[in-house]
């Protein structure tokens, strides 16, 4: 059973190129959600998706943009990128408060580094 | 807005030791509350949740929790540390109300465990 599978795990880009991070998740979970982790500050919300069709900006979203492609994958994509999103992201799926408690199932994230 | 504080960013036990890892929140009615952790290069796994009931839960790992209303805490803790134990814990909240996976992290507690 694999969870929730991230691509790639590293990638190194220059400032202003582009890229996109992979998410997808096998457990059948309606949500789905981008976080980041910087040293020291815990792990931020960029962007989620409550069900597939739907996204909605979490507490960082700025520079980001998303996909939820469909009910098991979820895309980060990053325009232009910027230092500042040097960053290790991931990826996770929950069941909905609703039906069930929230908790989250984490991918092994991605280490991404913006020169 | 929701909010969690960790207030020991590091903390060294001798391998046998008791722990205890405080977690304190702000939310306005009774939240989800979470403890993950997360091993070094790794994605973050629930130990263990409360949303209701019993006030002491208990973990995987032999983990367990107390959360306490009256304190606004939710602290972790372990009878006796195993080396295997050195890590980094989250606490996290979440609302019952909304999506519980739209979870507000706490910057973290990082684990060291002397032999």
């Known amino acids: 059973n694999a969870g929730v599978t991230q691509t790639p795990k590293f990638q190194v880009l220059k400032t202003g190129q582009s890229m996109t991070l992979q998410c997808a998740q096998d457990m059948n979970h309606n949500s789905m959600y981008w976080y980041r982790q910087d040293p020291g500050m815990g792990l931020r919300l960029i962007y989620y998706s409550a069900s597939e069709g739907t996204t909605d900006k979490g507490e960082v979203p700025n520079g980001y943009n998303v996909s939820r492609l469909n009910k098991r994958e979820f895309s980060l994509r990053l325009e232009s990128a910027a230092p500042s999103q040097t960053s290790v992201y991931f990826c996770?799926?929950?069941?909905?408060?609703?039906?069930?408690?929230?908790?989250?199932?984490f991918g092994e994230g991605s280490r991404l580094t913006v020169l | 807005a929701q909010s969690v504080t960790q207030p020991d960013i590091h903390i060294t036990v001798s391998e046998g030791a008791s722990l205890e890892l405080r977690c304190n929140y702000s939310?306005?009615?009774?939240?989800?509350l979470f403890w993950y952790v997360q091993s070094p290069g790794q994605g973050l796994q629930l130990l263990l949740k409360?949303?209701?009931?019993?006030?002491l839960v208990q973990g995987i790992k032999g983990f367990e929790a107390e959360f306490k209303r009256s304190q606004s805490s939710f602290n972790l803790r372990k009878p006796s540390v195993h080396w295997s134990d050195a890590a980094e814990y989250f606490c996290a909240v979440g609302s019952p109300n909304t999506n519980a996976g739209k979870s507000t992290f706490g910057d973290g507690t990082t684990l060291t465990v002397k032999p």
């Open positions: 939310y306005g009615a009774t939240p989800y």
């Open positions: 996770a799926s929950s069941v909905p408060s609703g039906t069930g408690t929230g908790e989250l199932f």
């Open positions: 409360y949303f209701s009931g019993d006030t």
